[in-house]
């Protein structure tokens, strides 16, 4: 596979990460909490990233991302930026 498509959420710490997967794991919605949460530009369109094949994005986040299943969820990822959830959407 050489692209796939993901959202995510960017926070600055660890503990807002698990709890922004807390409330993932009793059904709230990723694009709003994406919409509400991130501090990256792509939270206003609800995460989305559009997509994206390996050697672009850094390697922790592309790891993690394309090791998911798709509609799958990360656990928090930790890059430079900060702390990521990732749902990989195809």
């Not at 998911?68 to 990360?74: A, C, P, Q, R, Y």
Request: glycine share 12%; aromatic share 8%.
């Amino acid at each position: 596979m050489s692209t796939i498509t993901a959202n995510h959420i960017l926070v600055e710490t660890l503990e807002q990460a698990q709890d922004l997967q807390r409330q993932l794991t009793e059904g709230a919605s990723f694009t709003d909490l994406a919409k509400s949460h991130s501090k990256c530009p792509s939270g206003s369109r609800g995460g989305d990233l559009g997509p994206f094949g390996r050697g672009q994005m850094v390697p922790e986040f592309e790891n993690a991302a394309f090791g998911l299943d798709v509609g799958g969820f990360s656990e928090p990822v930790q890059t430079q930026f900060g702390y990521h959830l990732i749902n990989r959407t195809a």
